[in-house]
């Protein structure tokens, strides 16, 4: 359980372990919950495209998004197969993975450490004021054929 969702329901009254309960103070089947929460998207005037099922699918992708593996995110969806997760979570993990190699292209080349000067010890630093273009456009993977521009 979430930190914060302990935190809420630590403070609530219930009078029922059911943490959403109907107006009878019973627990909801699958189906009342679905109505109870159609009812209340179209009550916050939320476009139609809005489902109780996008809560699921949006679990699962903030997960994937905070570097989750599939079984922990199965662990809290409730997903049955790796599939299930992988149709929720494939954007997120490429974006993910694209940010992570965009790093290491940043911090490599050809995969090897970027060249400094001999006698220039410290870290590359980001900052633009240190940053020559020849170095940049030295550190960018360009295809094959294709030339820059200008000539550092």
């Keep these: 359980m979430h930190d914060d969702l302990a935190a809420l329901l630590a403070a609530a009254s219930r009078e029922h372990p059911t943490i959403v309960s109907t107006a009878y103070n019973k627990p909801f089947s699958v189906k009342g919950f679905g109505n109870m929460m159609r009812t209340g998207i179209r009550a916050a005037g939320l476009p139609h495209r809005c489902k109780p099922h996008g809560l699921r699918k949006a679990a699962a992708r903030r997960l994937a998004e905070a570097g989750c593996s599939a079984s922990e995110i199965m662990a809290i969806t409730g997903h049955k197969t790796l599939a299930e ?68």
């Design 85 to 152: 997760v992988e149709r929720y979570t494939r954007a997120a993990e490429q974006e993910r993975l694209a940010r992570q190699a965009m790093r290491k292209q940043a911090e490599y080349k050809s995969g090897k450490l970027a060249k400094r000067d001999s006698d220039d010890s410290s870290e590359v630093t980001n900052d633009p004021n240190n940053i020559e273009i020849s170095s940049v456009i030295s550190r960018v993977a360009l295809p094959t054929g294709i030339e820059p521009v200008f000539q550092p």
